[in-house]
């Protein structure tokens, strides 16, 4: 899992850092600050070569799809007539006691609790001791916690469950009737359903495709560029934008995935992965200097190409963001106007992250893309 939250990270921060800050900086360096051309000597960038997989959807990704929908449906038909059977959704009430002193120990009693049989969710022996019962049925399950439970006042412990058995469901059949209950336009049956989901699962495989071409393209250019050493101003901007990055990406991940992480640990995850074995201060250090090269760089390009950014454009962004702002704050202190906004963001960033994302994809565009080895005989 660790590892699955580092890789996720790295791309995030990746993309994070080269969004740059959020907040305007007066000690920092801009793009506008520099000579480009004494910055950086640009190689070949147009029609460099790049290995990316075409994006794809196979009928089995799309099966696969399909039964993660069905195994994750929830029991809401409600059975009568029949005892408890493995694979049931059971409503239970159940008070758990030691069985030497019949005194109740902690976190052991619940009501209304919906468990699956089967799923292993509840100590050994606790589910298998609910299969036959009937609705409404009481039954006490003397069990034993295992020797290497959590709660070591538990560990290794005989206990008696009594549990009370209130209503058994099941799941609906995953048939074209329950298809036309989902709500998805145009989707009334399994077929139709496939053909939904072959579209979604084939644009987030476009998605990928676009990023890791892009990545790639923009790897390969700047093995072909010279640099000069950045400003310490420009290292210091990106570092600073690299520390509160991680900061957000730590309670990010101790939100979503329940671990606590702090900025630090973040970082050093990433050092890590990366094979890094020096001090935090230096990987952010180099990070930073990698990313100034790569704003120079796309810059540098933008000149050569005249790609520029208009008006229009840099205004629709700042909506964007304003916009999203105002989705989150307080009462009282949403921004009334763009040029209210303009007053507190960075709109020399925005510019610049703008530019650099046309530069990109004008490289992309102008890339040689070729299948990997071996990728068209599968």
């Not at 002193?101 to 919906?114: C, I, K, R, V």
């Not at 409404?136 to 469950?161: C, I």
């Not at 400003?231 to 210091?236: L, P």
């Not at 990987?283 to 229009?312: F, G, P, R, S």
């Amino acid at each position: 899992m660790k590892r699955k939250i580092a890789a996720g990270m790295a791309i995030v921060m990746t993309a994070m850092a080269l969004a740059g800050c959020s907040k305007a900086q007066s000690d920092a360096a801009y793009l506008k600050d520099i000579d480009l051309d004494k910055m950086v000597t640009l190689g070949e960038y147009k029609g460099v070569e790049v290995e990316v997989a075409a994006p794809n959807v196979t009928d089995a990704e799309v099966d696969s799809y399909l039964q993660y929908m069905e195994s994750s449906m929830a029991a809401t038909e409600e059975v009568t007539g029949r005892a408890v059977e493995t694979g049931d959704t059971v409503n239970i009430d159940y008070a758990g006691r030691y069985a030497e002193s019949g005194e109740a120990f902690d976190g052991g009693t619940a009501q209304g609790y919906n468990l699956v049989i089967g799923s292993g969710s509840f100590i050994d022996g606790f589910e298998d001791g609910l299969i036959g019962a009937e609705i409404g049925e009481t039954r006490d399950l003397n069990l034993v916690f295992p020797e290497n439970y959590g709660n070591a006042d538990l560990a290794g412990v005989s206990v008696v469950f009594t549990v009370t058995v209130n209503s058994i469901a099941v799941k609906p059949a995953f048939d074209d009737a329950y298809v036309a209950t989902l709500g998805i336009e145009n989707v009334t049956n399994i077929e139709e359903l496939k053909s939904y989901l072959k579209d979604r699962l084939m644009e987030d495989a476009q998605t990928t495709y676009d990023n890791q071409l892009q990545s790639k393209v923009v790897e390969a250019v700047k093995n072909n560029c010279m640099f000069k050493d950045p400003s310490q101003a420009m290292i210091d901007r990106f570092s600073a934008a690299y520390n509160d990055q991680a900061e957000q990406l730590a309670s990010f991940y101790s939100a979503n995935y329940g671990t606590s992480m702090t900025a630090d640990s973040v970082l050093q995850m990433l050092m890590s992965q990366d094979g890094y074995t020096g001090e935090a201060a230096d990987y952010m250090n180099q990070k930073a200097i990698e990313t100034a090269e790569q704003y120079v760089m796309l810059a540098a390009i933008a000149k050569a190409e005249n790609i520029e950014v208009t008006e229009d454009e840099l205004n629709k962004e700042l909506e964007d963001a304003m916009a999203s702002a105002n989705s989150t704050a307080a009462e009282g202190e949403s921004f009334e106007n763009l040029d209210a906004y303009k007053e507190t963001a960075d709109v020399e960033n925005v510019k610049e992250r703008l530019l650099a994302r046309k530069t990109i994809e004008f490289l992309a565009q102008n890339a040689s893309v070729v299948e990997p080895a071996g990728e068209e005989e599968k």
